[in-house]
């Protein structure tokens, strides 16, 4: 992940071989081209720069690129938002700066823990950048409660989804997860690529997970802002949720996830189910502590 420069030359070219020429208004000279999508010169062309001096930004050397030259490479290259966003990142990254090595946050302030009690209905948690969950309210314990249950500290969504077995059962939709989470995590190693926790995340996972490193090395990123989420929950069975994703203004680095249901809906009714399961695990807990004498 601190190679930037090895990352700026596999994220460019990796970019530019999805792009057929003829997608572009180029003529594809010649049947035989070695290698797929856009040729270098081609790139150069269509961003309005010398072949030379890509060449240069694809071997790694992004420092000093002016945004309009970012911006044009991004047009080019038809990078969605979060693309765009990391390859300013890359820039950012490779800029000749002393490196701070940057921690995630791992705490929430109080403040943030009573908005989400204050959800009372909704499941909700917050995240930071390496997907830990710092803080969640009852809902949202009981809804992940697979993930809480992972012995391995601290709770992570990502972790949980490629090395505890139980993840495929509980995403319906694995295969999309799996994809969602390795894109998100490289859009996080972008913003803050010398976090030694985040490095040691993904070490962790390339080490242990054959499935995260083919994920990780096809090098696409992605923000997860909003959307439908489908899972199997051990108690009251399937779930379709929608969640929104908000970064918290106050708390940089730090997005609150919650989740609802459309009324009336077969969700809705499994979250009311959830919570009295809830309130009876805690009365039963309750009843079991020993009363002052």
């Given at each position: 992940?601190?190679?930037?420069?090895?990352?700026?030359?596999?994220?460019?070219?990796?970019?530019?071989?999805?792009?057929?020429?003829?997608?572009?208004?180029?003529?594809?000279?010649?049947?035989?081209?070695?290698?797929?999508?856009?040729?270098?010169?081609?790139?150069?062309?269509?961003?309005?720069?010398?072949?030379?001096?890509?060449?240069?930004?694809?071997?790694?050397?992004?420092?000093?690129?002016?945004?309009?030259?970012?911006?044009?490479?991004?047009?080019?290259?038809?990078?969605?938002?979060?693309?765009?966003?990391?390859?300013?990142?890359?820039?950012?990254?490779?800029?000749?700066?002393?490196?701070?090595?940057?921690?995630?946050?791992?705490?929430?302030?109080?403040?943030?823990?009573?908005?989400?009690?204050?959800?009372?209905?909704?499941?909700?948690?917050?995240?930071?950048?390496?997907?830990?969950?710092?803080?969640?309210?009852?809902?949202?314990?009981?809804?992940?409660?697979?993930?809480?249950?992972?012995?391995?500290?601290?709770?992570?969504?990502?972790?949980?989804?490629?090395?505890?077995?139980?993840?495929?059962?509980?995403?319906?939709?694995?295969?999309?997860?799996?994809?969602?989470?390795?894109?998100m995590l490289r859009l996080e190693a972008g913003?803050?690529?010398?976090?030694?926790?985040?490095?040691?995340?993904?070490?962790?996972?390339?080490?242990?997970?054959?499935?995260?490193?083919?994920?990780?090395?096809?090098?696409?990123?992605?923000?997860?802002?909003?959307?439908?989420?489908?899972?199997?929950?051990?108690?009251?069975?399937?779930?379709?949720?929608?969640?929104?994703?908000?970064?918290?203004?106050?708390?940089?680095?730090?997005?609150?996830?919650?989740?609802?249901?459309?009324?009336?809906?077969?969700?809705?009714?499994?979250?009311?189910?959830?919570?009295?399961?809830?309130?009876?695990?805690?009365?039963?807990?309750?009843?079991?502590?020993?009363?002052?004498?």
């Open positions: 992940m601190a190679d930037t420069r090895a990352e700026i030359r596999e994220f460019l070219s990796s970019r530019r071989a999805r792009i057929a020429p003829e997608d572009t208004g180029l003529t594809a000279f010649g049947g035989n081209r070695r290698v797929p999508g856009l040729r270098r010169e081609e790139v150069a062309l269509l961003t309005g720069v010398s072949v030379d001096y890509y060449v240069r930004l694809e071997r790694g050397n992004l420092a000093g690129a002016s945004e309009s030259v970012l911006d044009a490479l991004a047009r080019t290259l038809r990078l969605d938002d979060a693309e765009r966003e990391y390859l300013f990142d890359l820039a950012r990254a490779s800029a000749p700066t002393l490196h701070k090595k940057k921690r995630a946050s791992t705490t929430v302030r109080p403040a943030v823990q009573q908005v989400l009690d204050a959800l009372a209905d909704a499941p909700a948690w917050v995240r930071n950048g390496r997907h830990d969950i710092l803080a969640a309210n009852r809902m949202g314990r009981a809804l992940y409660a697979p993930v809480f249950d992972d012995p391995r500290r601290p709770v992570n969504t990502t972790r949980f989804t490629y090395l505890n077995p139980a993840a495929r059962e509980f995403w319906r939709d694995y295969d999309r997860i799996a994809n969602d989470a390795a894109a913003r803050n690529p010398h976090d030694p926790d985040l490095i040691n995340l993904v070490g962790e996972l390339s080490t242990q997970s054959e499935l995260f490193r083919e994920r990780w090395a096809s090098r696409d990123v992605m923000h997860h802002r909003s959307g439908v989420k489908r899972l199997h929950h051990p108690v009251v069975g399937d779930l379709d949720l929608n969640f929104e994703s908000m970064e918290l203004p106050s708390e940089p680095g730090l997005v609150m996830n919650v989740y609802t249901a459309p009324a009336g809906s077969p969700t809705a009714d499994a979250l009311r189910v959830l919570a009295s399961w809830v309130a009876s695990q805690e009365s039963s807990v309750a009843e079991q502590e020993p009363r002052p004498s």
